[in-house]
């Protein structure tokens, strides 16, 4: 794929969505971090349902410690690996607290130092939360990335590191919800919906859906 049509295919996801940004649901930084550690093997929906309980019960470092590992279970018990979760939240927050003056950090290396925060929940919370130019690849966008033939790879570093190289720089800090959101409900994996595809004509699959 050249840079022409990439440039092109960013361009006509910009027109149709001007303003992409996540679903979940958060007011501040620590808010997000919280919501993307749960979203690990679950639904936006399904975070949002329980953070809408959760935040205004304890939207703090203090309050999700003061709340400890138990009383956290009680309100995402409904999301996979809960107990896991929990058990990272309380001690992410007491490392925010203790290290951090409970502010989350803008830096790749103290995000993914925290329990539970690998390299796409960093690049998540540094896109979305403080502005940067970065691509967190999920199933979504490893799927976007090599059907389309925008960026194909082995592995989601792979397709990161060729998406930072390939994408024209006017389009990056909004590229991540674009990826994501087109694989959500346009690029999707069973059945792609190419007839209401708005880049189907620059997209490379060889296997368009009718």
Known sequence: MNREKRRTIFERLQAADPNPTTELRYQTPFELLVAVILSAQATDKGVNKVTDQLFPAADTPEAIRDLGVEGLKQYIKTIGLFNNKADNIVKT?????EKHGSIVPEERSALEALPGVGRKTANVVLNTAFGHPTIAVDTHIFRVANRT?????DNPLEVEKKLLRFIPPPFLQDAHHWLILHGRYTCIA???RCGSCVIEDLCEYKDKAV
Request: charged share 30%; hydrophobic share 40%; net charge positive.
């Open 93 to 97: 927050c007491r490392i925010l607290i």
């Open 190 to 192: 069973r059945k792609p």
């Open 149 to 153: 033939r925008l960026a194909p790879g």
